[in-house]
């Protein structure tokens, strides 16, 4: 069982900066590859994005690419996702997620916190 809690959300105006962090207790953080997705209001959960076990391979949604960045350190069991030159289409509730598979797909994760608020003013 692994619990995640997700932190560092909040109102930003366009062209900021968050950084968001999953904190992860309970079972070996390092055992599970870790996701980042985000939900709109009236919208299906999109993938953001996705670190390895290891942290040695990432990958992110190509609608935030060079602009977010997603790391992990795993003797504080903590994921973080970067987010530069934030836009107001980045509005969302983001969620980390944790499974036994890097994937895009969000049914693929066991494990999951319960989102923070991120929103963007133009």
């Known amino acids: 069982q692994v619990q995640l809690v997700e932190s560092g959300g909040g109102l930003v105006q366009a062209g900021g900066s968050l950084r968001l962090s999953c904190a992860a207790s309970?079972?070996?953080?390092?055992?599970?590859?870790m996701g980042w997705f985000r939900q709109a209001p009236g919208k299906e959960r999109d993938f953001v994005a996705s670190?390895?076990?290891?942290?040695?391979?990432?990958n992110v949604a190509d609608s935030v690419k060079g602009r977010f960045t997603v790391s992990r350190d795993n003797a504080k069991n903590t994921v973080y996702l970067q987010m530069n030159s934030l836009k107001p289409e980045d509005t969302a509730v983001y969620y980390c997620?944790?499974?036994?598979?890097?994937?895009?797909?969000?049914?693929?994760?066991?494990?999951w916190g319960q989102g923070t608020q991120v929103t963007v003013s133009s």
């Open positions: 997620a944790a499974g036994g598979l890097r994937t895009v797909v969000a049914r693929s994760y066991e494990y």
């Open positions: 309970g079972q070996l953080f390092s055992r599970y590859a």
């Open positions: 670190i390895s076990r290891g942290g040695g391979n990432t």
